[in-house]
């Protein structure tokens, strides 16, 4: 089968590799529509894969076309969406119901830290039974193919408590920022503010439910403050750079929350003092529940979210190694960029 494949910083080839079959309690998946996520195009560009050829994609769609094991549930020839972080369900974190921290957590598409499973970068692709989610018939496998960013957005927007009657402010309208505001819009946050260094993405976020948006230069930390009266209520950082950091340190009010949803450079140095000096705090979003992108896609199902509007580039898997150094080297171009195979 054709698949794109990881094999190395900045190397990503369209290639070949044995279709895999469905072993005990597994179903195989004849791959529709898969998105490329900003972390597959952080680890092309520094490859922790490096040295293993692994498939990419954990956002993805398609049709199941053998399964073991899928008793009354699932049969060949549903339409699924994939939940890409199946976990253990008896270590301690899960035990906790904290699925989204086990510790044994095999990610699809991703070389983690138990080893490398192959993703849906690919014509088919192998995956646990209690992975699938149902798709309603009225859900493009374009739209099945976001549920697994929505569900990032649905999670973080839990983060930090009820956002009733609060100001919030989303820092970056890309993907995930849109899909946050759109839940904190849905949950009754009083007055939403989005930022971005692109006017297009904030078109979108007014789209998406923002009541404010502003471009980040000059004081904009300053009229924020002065537009909000005391500052802002929570901060769901989406950048989480030290830019970002340290503007939100000045746009929060005194013990307000900042939510950190991505974490791109792991080794930054931030000014901590203001955080404590202020009394603000910081909380932290990680992926999501199987059952928050069950709702994600109940939600779609219902028609009472649509994010197909999000999706910038439908590509062929030919096209891949392309796409990726666009992504790259033109990031503000895209928004979701998604592989359209057939
Ligand atoms: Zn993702
Ligand atoms: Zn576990």
Not at 211 to 228: H, K, Q, V, Y
Not at 259 to 281: D, G
Not at 285 to 314: H, L, P, Q, V, W
Request: charged fraction near 25%; aromatic fraction near 8%.
């Amino acid at each position: 089968m054709k698949c794109m494949l990881t094999c190395g910083a900045g190397i990503m080839e369209y290639s070949e590799k044995e279709r895999p079959a469905a072993g005990p309690g597994e179903a195989v998946i004849k791959v529709r529509a898969a998105s490329v996520c900003g972390g597959d195009v952080t680890r092309y560009k520094s490859a922790p894969m490096k040295d293993v050829y692994v498939i990419p994609g954990h956002e993805f769609s398609g049709d199941i076309v053998e399964i073991r094991d899928g008793g009354e549930r699932y049969a060949v020839g549903d339409r699924v969406c994939i939940f890409p972080n199946p976990y253990c369900g008896t270590c301690p974190e899960c035990r906790a119901g904290r699925f989204n921290l086990c510790t044994h957590k095999k990610s699809i598409g991703n070389n983690g830290q138990n080893g490398p499973v192959d993703g849906g970068m690919a014509e088919y692709c192998k995956v646990p039974v209690r992975s699938l989610i149902k798709l309603d018939d009225s859900v493009s496998y374009e739209q099945g193919a976001l549920v697994e960013p929505v569900a990032v957005g649905l999670h973080a927007s839990r983060a930090a408590g009820d956002v009733r009657g609060q100001k919030v402010l989303v820092y970056g309208a890309g993907a995930i920022g849109l899909y946050t505001i759109m839940f904190l819009k849905m949950q009754g946050a009083e007055r939403i503010y989005a930022l971005d260094v692109l006017p297009e993405h904030l078109e979108m976020a007014e789209r998406y439910g923002a009541d404010c948006t502003m471009l980040c230069e000059g004081n904009f930390a300053e009229r924020i403050r002065e537009d909000s009266g005391c500052g802002i209520d929570i901060v769901f950082d989406t950048v989480c750079l030290p830019p970002s950091i340290s503007a939100t340190q000045k746009l929060l009010r005194g013990g307000g929350s900042s939510v950190w949803i991505a974490i791109r450079n792991m080794q930054q140095e931030i000014n901590i003092f203001p955080t404590v000096f202020h009394e603000q705090k910081i909380f932290t979003s990680f992926i999501y529940y199987k059952s928050e992108m069950e709702e994600a896609a109940g939600m779609m199902g219902r028609g009472e979210i649509n994010c197909e509007d999000t999706i910038t580039d439908r590509v062929p898997l030919s096209q891949g190694k392309a796409l990726f150094e666009d992504l790259v080297h033109n990031p503000g171009a895209h928004i979701k960029a998604q592989f359209r195979i057939d």
